[in-house]
């Protein structure tokens, strides 16, 4: 049988066995080595591996609650030890990394932040202080994700869409991206950007309001460039509301304001 048929099955379950917390362990340590991942990118599209979610739940249902070291919490959710990967830094200060995460090279990450399970962060992105990498959220290759940015986590309900940060983005410091919002490569969000699911976003480059996908996912366009703004409120004109707005596409002048320090690298 298939270890998703296996997970499945096991996610059905309200007794476990060891060979059960077995299976449990080889699933988790796939969600480390990034082997199995709640989305993934298949021909373009991002899919979201409700099976991988479901596998992350029952890790919960049949953990027991210990002491691990000086916190109290389930034991199939420890935290990682991260000794022997390939040339990542997690410098002192109060930041974890919960087992069922997957941690690229070369990433680094500042004290505090905190990366759940589920989560797959990809090689040479920067993690900064009060960062949240919520449950099963994808962060993509070089991604800068500033000071006390929250990237929201979806576990449940199981068919949602877990929030995705693709390659080279850089997103502010301040921001928020919850819901299962998907922001493309190169885009840039700038700081304080708050983006849910159901937040309009216009685009004042091509004169639109952005809509969502067949899939109920709102799309940040590659290299776009998004600020805070405000729009008219519909039911009253005397009143303005948040509305962050497409300023304009990553340009030259883009790249210099975000260009990240070599030497922390
Ligand atoms: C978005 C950002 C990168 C600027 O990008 P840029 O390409 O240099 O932008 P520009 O200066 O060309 O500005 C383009 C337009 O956006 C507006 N704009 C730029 N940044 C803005 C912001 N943060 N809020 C509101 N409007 C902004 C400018 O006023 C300009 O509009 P206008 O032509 O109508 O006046 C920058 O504002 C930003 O947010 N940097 C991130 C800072 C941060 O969080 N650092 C992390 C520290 S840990």
Known sequence: MSLKSQI???????EFSDIDRKLFLKFRNGLNTGEIRAAEKIEGKWITNNWVKKGILAGFQMGNIVQLGTFIDKDTYPIQDITNRKNVRMVPGGSSIREGAYIGENVIMMPPMYINVGAYIDDGSMIDSHALVGTCAQVGKNVHLSAASQIGGVLEPIGANPVIVEDNVFIGGNCGIYDGVIIEQNAIIAAGVIITGSTPVFDSVNNHFL???????LHIPQGAVVVPGTRKMKSNNDFSIYCPIIIKYRDEKSNIAVTLEDALR
């Not at 499945?8 to 309200?14: D, Q, S, V």
């Open 211 to 217: 809509t969502k996908d067949n899939n109920d996912s």
């Open 8 to 14: 499945l099955e096991l996610y059905n379950k309200t």
